[in-house]
């Protein structure tokens, strides 16, 4: 009777973890051919797909942090690119790149805060909240923004000792600038917290089903502030990430869009940290391509098509996989206390 | 026994429009239960809202074991042992029931949950109470009964001494309810004093120790099962005497107006769930399908009102087969349909009372005019019907959603019977209503019989059935296993026909 059982687990095993175990054996594979013939154009789309991921999944982050207790936040395109510009700015004029990396959260958090008030307090449609703060954070960067103004610096990769001499896992993971090294371990942080705490709990119960939270004497209202505020710290540290970390100064318009590509990668990781980390790398591998495309020089078609690449694959996602994901029960719809 | 664990003095609260509790007096036992009896919308649930934190009183004061205290929150009303299970469940239902068990007064190790201690508690509690659960089931697969214990255990995890039970048999079957009621007997040998807010006379006289009725906001009396019977009991609820037997003369069927033959149909997993069914309905007469919930009657109803599929056979309204089985053509040709879930199928609640009630004729004269409405006809429409159905509400123009199930009900059977009918296809159409609601809906359904209409009426209430059907089909695992006179059996037997056992007393 042990054979049976043994191969029914097995059948088990296989059928929860076996797609993906496969994906991740062929990317393995993928890698370690290509990484044998050509050592250095493999580390450099592999190091930018990391990097290139950094704002997707603390975007995602943000989105999820959110929904979870059931606001939905499509200001994070706004949040970061506030941050983004504020971060700068203060940087600029302190020459302090920890000063201003500081700010830039702060300026996410208060944004938090802002969609928090508007979409909790004041029940607006959380829709238009998030338009609101997209709009401020354009027309603000754009006014205040002057050519010409330099930061000092920018935040440099901190190799970690010898770990960032095992050659391509060194490079690519160990020798990365702290914002990046910040993205990776929060993934871990709010998947601890969203899973396994009880915070966690019951930021879930208020976004399944807040009346039930409610009524167990949970502050439906606290509960959806600290994650959307929380969600905006963590949307500046992406903005922040933009300006101080992968650039090292501020442009109109930086974000360009990824904001909303941080949403599409929530939705594909199916408001899970780990999934939208997958999704975020998934992305950042397309850009990463999209650019050793443009400067290998290899391929003959046009910049402009190449440059579309993450989003035509943000289209075919969303279109391709968002039915089979389920969202938060009560994702969008504000809480309104009996009585 | 004679110890008070909770009591109230004086609770008024107003509603805009509403007094909701006006004066209310109401003390609960040591280890008893006690009913708390009254139609819908005579403040029970507004009275337990109160005890419970989730409503403020205008005025009034709860005692607690002697001592005055507030309660501002239904955190206050845990902390003071007080638990409640809401009529609608407040389960999360993509929870496991530990997880459900354990929010908002989660067991921690470090800054981790401790889901191992959460299944402990289940178990122990589980094993305790008897009330048998799996901690790591998922809440939404879990059958209704089950979620109820689930609830219940919720309340005992938190230490309850008071458990509010919002009426608790509402969505329960028959056997589920037997269930319960153990349980509540075990509770109460455990200690604990259970408020039972029902408006089902026989269950109360069944459970309780005694029994608190309300009418309009206001205790009527307290009184106990040996003091009184259903129809003292049904008389305090209304205000007036009830006719709780219906009064009814012998059918006289004509021709058949609806006919279903060999019909298939599948449920939404694609498993048969109706299976090769052949019956008539009659002219004049009410065919009651009579059966335990989910033995297909869902999917039966659906299939004849046009809303689901047809895998095989006929189903045949005056002899036509509906092309393409299009709802708009059956309610055209005269089919009225009370739904088995009034607030899904049955009306829009976020639309008034008044378009709720042209649902069926909004696009025809008098109630459109050319490409637009006609207010006047669908407001002096909405008047007469309000009136003519004693629908309860501040006006014709509030949302369906704000009014009671009893009234939510009404508005349908008003809608339905406002239209020239010769089929009523009416599903479980009295479940969740209170004695008054019932009378006046078991009469209105005799009244379209008699004045020619044929009626299939399925409910899972089999005294419904046999105080209201002239035939009774005996529907078990899809398929009709008899069809028999009403009269000419037990309920007994019925009830054997309902668990599958073959009983040889075919007719009609």
Known sequence: ?339 | MSEIALEVRNIVKRFPGVLANDHVHFALRQGEVHALLGENGAGKTTLMNIIYGLYHPDEGEIYINGQKVTIDSPHDAIRLGIGMVHQHFMLVPVFTVAENLILGAEPTKGWSLDLRAAREAVRRLSKQYGLEVDPDAIVEDLPVGVQQRVEILKALYREAKVLVLDEPTAVLTPQEVEELFVIMRQLTERGVSIIFITHKLKEVLAIADHITVMRRGKVVGTTTPDETNEAGLAAMMVGRQVVLQVEKTPAKPSEVVLAVENLEVEDERGLPAVDDVSFDVRKGEILGIAGVQGNGQTELVEAITGLRRIRRGHVRLGGQEAPDRAPRYLIEHGMGHIPEDRQKHGLVLSYTIADNLVLCTYYKPPFARGLQRNQAAIVENAERLVEQFDVRTPSIFTTAGSLSGGNQQKVIVAREFSRPLSLLVANQPTRGLDVGSIEYIHKRIIQMRDQGAAVLLVSAELDEIMSLADRIAVMYRGKIVAVVVTGEVTKEELGLLMAGSRVEKVAG
Not at chain 1, 17 to 31: C, D, N, P, R, T
Not at chain 1, 92 to 103: D, H, K, M, R, S
Not at chain 1, 203 to 208: D, H, I
Not at chain 1, 275 to 290: E, K, M, P, R
Request: glycine share 12%; hydrophobic share 55%.
């Open chain 1, 1 to 339: 009777m042990n054979k049976p059982a043994s191969f029914a687990n097995w059948k088990i095993f296989w059928k929860r973890w076996g797609v993906g175990l496969s994906v991740m054996l062929v990317i393995v594979a993928a890698i370690v051919y290509y990484y044998i013939r050509s050592p250095q154009a493999t580390e450099a789309v592999l190091a930018s797909t990391l990097r290139q991921s950094v704002p997707l999944v603390l975007g995602a982050l943000c989105g999820l942090l959110g929904e979870r207790a059931a606001v939905i936040n499509i200001g994070i395109e706004g949040q970061m690119l506030m941050a983004a510009f504020v971060g700068f700015l203060v940087n600029v004029y302190t020459g302090n790149l920890l000063l201003g990396a500081v700010a830039g959260v702060a300026v996410g958090a208060l944004l938090g805060l802002l969609l928090a008030f508007m979409s909790v307090t004041l029940k607006i449609d959380q829709i238009i909240g998030g338009t609101v703060i997209n709009i401020l954070a354009i027309g603000l960067t754009g006014y205040f923004y002057k050519v010409g103004l330099s930061g000092h610096g920018k935040l440099n990769p901190i190799p970690l000792g010898p770990l960032a001499k095992i050659p391509l896992l060194g490079t690519v993971l160990f020798d990365n600038p702290p914002i990046t090294y910040a993205a990776i371990v929060l993934v871990f942080v709010v998947h601890y917290v969203l899973f396994y705490t009880p915070w966690g709990l019951r930021t879930r119960a208020v976004g399944e089903h807040p009346r039930a939270a409610d009524t167990l004497g949970i502050n439906v209202y606290l509960v959806r502030y600290v994650n959307v505020v929380v969600g905006g710290a963590l949307a500046g540290l992406a903005g922040v990430y933009l300006s101080l970390e992968a650039v090292g100064s501020f442009e109109r318009l930086m974000t360009n869009g990824r904001g909303f590509v941080a949403l599409a990668v929530m939705i594909f990781g199916k408001w899970t940290p780990l999934g939208s980390w997958g999704a975020a790398l998934l992305f950042g591998f397309a850009s990463a391509i999209q650019t050793q495309l443009q400067f290998g020089g290899k391929v003959n078609i046009p910049p402009q098509f190449i440059g579309m690449l993450p989003y035509l694959l943000t289209i075919i996602v969303l279109a391709g996989f968002v039915g089979r994901a389920r969202p938060p029960a009560a994702d969008g719809i504000p809480y309104e206390k009996e009585g």
